[in-house]
């Protein structure tokens, strides 16, 4: 089923996230990086993020967030809280809480992503879009109607190899027009960060971290 072509700038923008403390983010870039260098890693990960989503036209920016604000929040976005449970759950309720109109929701794992990468999602007459991650996963989903299609997020695995399969296939199952976003790779590992910095964009302040931290790598 075609969705109508909207407006560009129509689509409201989600950013899911966890609050950058040390201990809770990026575990997995520790070792090499001490658990103050990867929350680092993630809070310039995470500010790269917002800052490309407000380039972006969009009718609503939204902040889901697992804990609190920091100095990295720029304005423009509204804040949300996300949800106990899995994270299937959080992202379905993430969705559930957009009005009407598409709705895209990202992720903090990829500082390399551009206003470029995003353009057109929204007025393109999809209903839905799906942007796959290199570890099987996905790093952005989005949904012409956002309400009802938070259900098709609920009971995916995720963090596993097939995670992206999985979902993908829910849309297709569905009768969904899906529309293709390039493939990106988050940051989940050192030889993570070292092969994405190379894509991230002028001013990056996640190049800029990684670059000041590298004589601590080991």
């Known amino acids: 089923m075609?969705?109508?072509?909207?407006?560009?700038?129509?689509?409201?923008?989600?950013?899911?996230?966890?609050?950058?403390?040390?201990?809770?983010?990026?575990?997995?870039?520790?070792?090499?990086?001490?658990?103050?260098?990867?929350?680092?890693?993630?809070?310039?990960?995470?500010?790269?993020t917002l800052h490309t989503v407000l380039q972006v036209p969009a009718r609503r920016r939204i902040l889901v967030l697992d804990g609190a604000p920091g100095p990295w929040l720029p304005t423009g976005f509204e804040v949300l809280p996300q949800t106990d449970g899995g994270l299937d759950e959080r992202l379905a309720a993430?969705?559930?809480?957009?009005?009407?109109?598409?709705?895209?929701?990202?992720?903090?794992?990829?500082?390399?992503?551009?206003?470029?990468?995003?353009?057109?999602?929204?007025?393109?007459?999809?209903?839905?879009?799906?942007?796959?991650?290199?570890d099987g996963g996905?790093?952005?989903?989005?949904?012409?109607?956002?309400?009802?299609?938070?259900?098709?997020?609920?009971?995916?695995?995720?963090?596993?190899g097939h995670t992206g399969a999985v979902q993908?296939?829910?849309?297709?199952?569905?009768?969904?027009?899906?529309?293709?976003l390039p493939m990106l790779r988050d940051v989940d590992t050192a030889a993570d960060a070292a092969s994405v910095v190379t894509s991230c964009p002028p001013g990056s302040r996640f190049a800029a971290v990684l670059a000041s931290l590298a004589e601590t790598v080991r």
């Open 168 to 180: 993908r296939r829910r849309l297709e199952a569905a009768g969904l027009t899906v529309g293709d």
């Open 2 to 48: 075609n969705s109508p072509s909207v407006k560009a700038g129509s689509a409201t923008l989600l950013v899911i996230a966890k609050e950058p403390v040390p201990g809770r983010v990026k575990t997995r870039l520790t070792p090499p990086y001490t658990p103050e260098e990867a929350a680092a890693l993630a809070e310039a990960a995470l500010t790269d």
């Open 94 to 134: 993430a969705f559930e809480h957009c009005d009407s109109g598409p709705a895209l929701l990202v992720g903090m794992d990829t500082p390399q992503l551009t206003p470029h990468l995003l353009a057109g999602v929204g007025c393109d007459g999809h209903d839905a879009w799906f942007g796959p991650a290199a």
């Open 138 to 160: 996905f790093w952005a989903l989005g949904f012409a109607d956002p309400v009802s299609g938070g259900a098709l997020v609920r009971g995916v695995p995720m963090s596993v």
